[in-house]
């Protein structure tokens, strides 16, 4: 049972003839169609331990049992997770993953501390066991990613670095006795000596992360001296040395490998027939806007000052995520159509409003309350691409430092930690939803632009005020309705009737943010506010939407 606070607000019900407000109401009329499947992984988190800056729950660890405070575990057992992706991210292409277990063969002592991609390092108390410890508890699938750029960047011979990270995915799934390649060391038998005689069952495997980025590509080449065609056969020879090799291991666990582009020399690597018939999943990712405070508009730099509040939240709520041409949010845009062409699924390994350089730029509220909506509002684009987009992992689960972390804390235990807007929002939308997207038709929801190309993200030339769609299961129907303005209540028109009968009460859930947070640790303490309410419901009926609120609409199917 979730252990979230839950807030009861009065919002109400009201009578289409006693909407109380001057602008006539959106209309949703919801059809009896099913477009597609939401898998419930979609709402995963990202386990990430970063040598840079957040270490994650390495800051939390206890050194001498491995074990995180029973305050963070209640947490993230409330948070009821399904998938969980662990260890990075960043640093995982600089890391031997031996060094996060114990009795490792030929190596004396204890796990080494690990130099991260920044040459920072980070220690390795909260290994692979302590990680498996939790998601026994937690009943996560889980996700792991493995060093690609050994093999890429020719910093071990490729059959080497192939078969070392396939090592993990042995440790991890081989049975005891299982048939190893002849030069790999018995990593079960390394895993029961350390306490799991039993495989831990990983779910996914990924092959390297964001090998699109500058420093990888650079790295690569210069090992290399290859580019154009002979830079991508390269990558196809190098993913094709991992993927046997994980073969060899696991017949049929499915792999993740990272997303580039769908063009040019890229398009062989993934065009290439063993690489489409041996990965599922493409790995996505979104951040959104890095540095707050650099905008501009038309290509020309415009000063901090000269917005108003109201402009920065609708910037900054409307972050991350793209927008199809009636305002709503797409989560990555068409561009996924290209790599379902291919026949590839969507892994979304890693995603948040990641935003710095905020404070102290408007006056009437802090950044971290817009991010939640903007958040609730990616959420609601993954759903809709949930026909391709089958995998998500918020970045990142639990943190001391950075502020976008799900859970933050504090590691030297002062306060209680507590959910961030981001972490709340996916929480509630983990525990609300159905399983099937239902086709709508949505009408005369007002809309407007945001011009501003703000840090990373791009301006967009419509955004609705109410982001609206509708799942259902067998039992009940939810009805997500987002209004992301700042100071509008709106009203929606709802026309349930071709669903069949359904319960005459319903409940109303909320996620909102507080403007400002409360005082203590952390940049968003205590904005996070989720709430419920029982209302009367009818098959049409009108309902206000308060400004800066994401509801859902819980309605009993009676059929």
């Not at 640093?91 to 009795?103: A, E, F, K, L, S």
């Not at 154009?228 to 049929?252: M, N």
């Not at 239902?438 to 501003?452: A, D, K, W």
């Not at 026309?495 to 069949?500: F, P, S, V």
């Amino acid at each position: 049972m979730m252990r979230l606070q839950y807030i009861f607000l009065s919002l109400t019900l009201l009578p289409m003839i006693a909407i109380g407000h001057d602008e006539p109401p959106a209309t949703l009329v919801v059809h009896d169609e099913v477009l597609h499947r939401i898998d419930p992984r979609l709402f995963g988190q990202f386990f990430e331990r970063a040598s840079f800056g957040e270490p994650g729950p390495e800051a939390f660890v206890d050194s001498k049992t491995g074990r995180l405070p029973e305050s963070i575990m209640a947490k993230m057992e409330a948070m009821e997770i399904p998938l969980v992706r662990f260890p990075g991210g960043t640093d995982v292409d600089y890391i031997d993953w031996r060094d996060m277990i114990d009795n490792v063969p030929g190596r004396p002592g204890p796990r080494p501390v690990t130099v991260g991609h920044s040459g920072r390092s980070i220690t390795n108390y909260f290994g692979y066991d302590e990680y498996f410890a939790v998601r026994d508890r937690m009943g996560w699938e889980t996700i792991l990613v493995v060093n690609l750029l050994d093999g890429l960047a020719r910093k071990r011979p490729l059959e080497e670095a192939a078969q070392l990270a396939a090592g993990l995915v042995a440790y991890a799934n081989a049975p005891a006795g299982a048939t190893l390649p002849e030069s790999m060391p018995d990593w079960p038998a390394v895993r029961a000596k350390n306490g799991h005689p039993e495989p831990f069952g990983i779910q996914f495997v990924q092959i390297g992360n964001e090998i699109f980025l500058r420093r990888i590509r650079e790295a690569v080449k210069e090992a290399t001296g290859l580019d154009g065609e002979a830079l991508a056969r390269w990558y196809i020879e190098v993913y094709t040395a991992y993927i046997q090799e994980i073969r060899k291991v696991d017949p049929s666990l499915p792999i993740i490998i990272d997303h580039w582009s769908v063009t040019g020399h890229w398009k062989m690597v993934l065009g290439d027939p063993y690489i489409r018939e041996q990965v599922t999943y493409i790995a996505r990712h979104k951040y959104a806007p890095g540095p707050s405070n650099q905008i501009s508009r038309d290509e020309e730099s415009v000063e901090t000052d000269s917005l108003t509040d109201k402009e920065w939240w609708w910037a900054w709520a409307t972050m991350p995520g793209e927008y199809d041409g009636a305002g709503q949010n797409l989560a990555f845009g068409l561009t996924l159509n290209e790599l379902s062409e291919l026949g590839y699924l969507v892994a979304a390994t890693e995603w948040n409003w990641n935003g710095w350089n905020w404070r102290d730029i408007n006056t009437s509220f802090e950044a971290p309350a817009a991010a939640g909506i903007g958040a609730a509002g990616w959420l609601q684009g993954m759903m809709r691409q949930g026909d391709l987009i089958r995998l998500g992992n918020q970045s990142m689960l639990l943190a001391a430092n950075w502020q976008f972390g799900a859970i933050q804390g504090d590691p030297a235990g002062e306060g209680d930690p507590y959910y961030s807007p981001q972490g709340s929002a996916t929480t509630f939308y983990r525990r609300h939803h159905g399983g099937d997207l239902l086709r709508t038709t949505l009408e005369g929801v007002p809309s407007m632009p945001q011009p501003y190309h703000v840090g990373w993200g791009p301006p967009i030339e419509k955004a609705a005020l109410l982001d609206v769609l509708v799942t259902a299961d067998k039992t009940t129907i939810f009805i997500h309705a987002l209004n992301r303005s700042f100071d509008r209540d709106l009203p929606l028109k709802i026309d349930l009737t071709a669903l069949g009968p359904i319960g005459e009460r319903a409940q109303h859930h909320t996620f909102t943010c507080k403007l400002k947070s409360d005082s203590g640790h952390g940049a968003s303490k205590g904005m996070a506010q989720v709430g419920r309410r029982e209302i009367e419901i009818s098959s049409t009926h009108t309902v206000m939407l308060p400004a800066r609120t994401a509801s859902i609409f819980a309605v009993p199917r009676t059929r």
